[in-house]
């Protein structure tokens, strides 16, 4: 009996064996499970922090650019009291009398005045001051005064937030340099100001800049805008695209048109200003260009083409969007609207009578009546007592 028991009992412990092993495998399989766990929630408890680090630090920011623009005007008003009362100083003294036997001539150069002694008058005695020949104080402080109430009076320009689209990052770049990073303000203000006009995708590139401090954060943050949106061959290509592809123009599509050359001006606008205008002035972009105009003006085009080679002249972007925008406006006028137009329906023919004399004549509809059984005639005499006449 032992000898064939020894069987089970082997059976038995490799069973138990393999059980342990799958248990072991299966704890470090949820140990490895919790710390992958942990790390994550590690991460995302630390770019939490990071969120609300960098929006303390915006706050922050703003608040320290509205106390510096108070000051700026606390300041400002202060100088112009100083002017105000100064003048009025000036104005006083100069209406006192002296008792010198010499007469005095008060000078104005540079803005500083010069006491300069002159020959004695024997018939007065009192010194002759004479008036400065530059403008008074009072009147520059009155023009300040003026400039800084339509300064704060006016509406202050908006602008459009940025949200990676690679059409409207030239726009948003010059409205930001122009009503904001030209302004007299630190470059920690203007890196909260750029993170806070963008949106989106644009945002999420930059929003970490906050984190590296004032100059160092701005300049990192519109060296990240460029590279991603605002590469040159990127933005021609996209403006481009824009006037490309398209449907061809139908004949006498004004709305068509204008939406082409609004395009048209666009792009060549941007992309001048980048200095990126090869790709807009090839041969292949405008032949692209000429099919999707109707047929009559590919016409014109082909002419206005051929006559400016003949004066040595190259067909360029610039004078094709001009042609585009002049036949725009006259297909969208009164006239040009017009034309393939029909005729009212209800006007007069001239129709020969059997004289051989012309007439005007025109068609009259006469109305229908109802006919039924029975009608109804009143008396023109009396209309109380209707008659009734069956047909």
Same mark, same amino acid.
């Given at each position: 009996?032992?000898?064939?028991?020894?069987?089970?009992?082997?059976?038995?412990?490799?069973?138990?064996?393999?059980?342990?092993? +799958?248990?072991?495998?299966?704890?470090?399989?949820?140990?490895?499970?919790?710390?992958?766990?942990?790390?994550?929630?590690?991460?995302?408890?630390?770019?939490?922090?990071?969120?609300?680090?960098?929006?303390?630090?915006?706050?922050?920011?703003?608040?320290?650019?509205?106390?510096?623009?108070?000051?700026?005007?606390?300041? !400002?008003?202060?100088?112009?009291?100083?002017?105000?009362?100064?003048?009025?100083?000036?104005?006083? +003294?100069?209406? +006192?009398?002296?008792?010198?036997?010499?007469?005095?001539?008060?000078?104005?150069?540079?803005?500083?005045?010069?006491?300069?002694?002159?020959?004695?008058?024997?018939?007065?005695?009192?010194?002759?001051?004479?008036?400065?020949?530059?403008?008074?104080?009072?009147?520059?402080?009155?023009?300040?005064?003026?400039?800084?109430?339509?300064?704060?009076?006016?509406?202050?320009?908006?602008?459009? !937030?940025?949200?990676?689209?690679?059409?409207?990052?030239?726009?948003?770049?010059?409205?930001?340099?122009?009503?904001?990073?030209?302004?007299?303000?630190?470059?920690?203000?203007?890196?909260?100001?750029?993170?806070?006009?963008?949106?989106?995708?644009?945002?999420?590139?930059?929003?970490?800049?906050?984190?590296?401090? $004032?100059?160092?954060?701005?300049?990192?943050? #519109?060296?990240?805008?460029?590279?991603?949106?605002?590469?040159?061959?990127?933005?021609?290509?996209?403006?481009?695209?824009?006037?490309?592809?398209?449907?061809?123009?139908?004949?006498?599509? $004004?709305? $068509?048109?204008?939406?082409?050359?609004?395009?048209?001006?666009?792009?060549?606008?941007?992309?001048?200003?980048?200095?990126?205008?090869?790709?807009?002035?090839?041969?292949? !972009?405008?032949?692209?260009?000429?099919?999707?105009?109707?047929?009559?003006?590919?016409?014109?085009?082909?002419?206005?083409?051929?006559?400016?080679?003949?004066?040595?002249? !190259?067909?360029?972007?610039?004078?094709?969007?001009?042609?585009?925008?002049?036949?725009?406006?006259?297909?969208?006028?009164?006239?040009?609207?017009?034309?393939? $137009?029909?005729?009212?329906?209800?006007?007069?023919?001239?129709?020969?009578?059997? #004289?051989?004399?012309?007439?005007?004549?025109?068609?009259?509809?006469?109305?229908?009546?109802? +006919?039924?059984?029975?009608?109804?005639?009143?008396?023109?005499?009396?209309?109380?007592?209707?008659?009734?006449?069956?047909?």
């Amino acid at each position: 009996m032992s000898v064939r028991s020894r069987p089970v009992s082997v059976r038995s412990s490799q069973s138990a064996a393999s059980s342990l092993a +799958l248990n072991a495998a299966q704890a470090r399989a949820d140990l490895a499970v919790a710390k992958a766990r942990a790390e994550f929630n590690r991460r995302k408890a630390e770019a939490n922090r990071a969120r609300i680090e960098a929006e303390v630090e915006m706050d922050r920011l703003q608040i320290e650019q509205a106390v510096a623009a108070a000051q700026i005007r606390a300041d !400002t008003l202060e100088t112009e009291l100083q002017l105000l009362q100064s003048d009025n100083e000036g104005s006083a +003294l100069s209406e +006192l009398p002296v008792d010198e036997p010499d007469q005095r001539v008060v000078e104005w150069r540079n803005e500083e005045p010069v006491l300069n002694v002159v020959q004695e008058d024997t018939d007065t005695k009192s010194p002759v001051i004479s008036q400065p020949s530059h403008p008074s104080h009072s009147e520059s402080a009155s023009h300040l005064l003026t400039a800084i109430g339509l300064g704060m009076n006016m509406p202050k320009p908006e602008i459009s !937030t940025f949200d990676g689209n690679h059409l409207e990052y030239w726009n948003f770049i010059n409205m930001f340099e122009v009503n904001v990073a030209s302004k007299a303000i630190d470059d920690r203000s203007k890196l909260t100001y750029l993170i806070q006009f963008c949106v989106g995708k644009a945002r999420n590139s930059i929003a970490n800049c906050v984190l590296l401090g $004032g100059s160092e954060g701005y300049a990192e943050a #519109k060296r990240i805008l460029k590279e991603e949106f605002g590469q040159a061959h990127v933005i021609a290509k996209a403006h481009l695209s824009k006037v490309l592809n398209r449907p061809q123009v139908r004949p006498n599509d $004004g709305k $068509g048109l204008w939406d082409l050359a609004r395009d048209m001006r666009r792009c060549q606008t941007v992309l001048s200003q980048m200095c990126y205008s090869a790709d807009m002035n090839s041969s292949e !972009t405008l032949l692209r260009i000429q099919q999707l105009l109707p047929i009559h003006l590919q016409m014109k085009w082909a002419k206005k083409a051929y006559a400016m080679m003949e004066k040595l002249t !190259t067909p360029d972007f610039k004078c094709m969007s001009s042609f585009v925008e002049e036949v725009a406006k006259l297909a969208n006028n009164m006239y040009g609207q017009n034309i393939g $137009g029909s005729y009212p329906k209800n006007t007069p023919k001239w129709k020969p009578n059997s #004289k051989g004399i012309t007439s005007l004549t025109t068609t009259t509809r006469r109305p229908e009546v109802s +006919l039924t059984t029975e009608t109804r005639l009143t008396c023109p005499a009396c209309c109380r007592k209707p008659q009734v006449r069956k047909v």
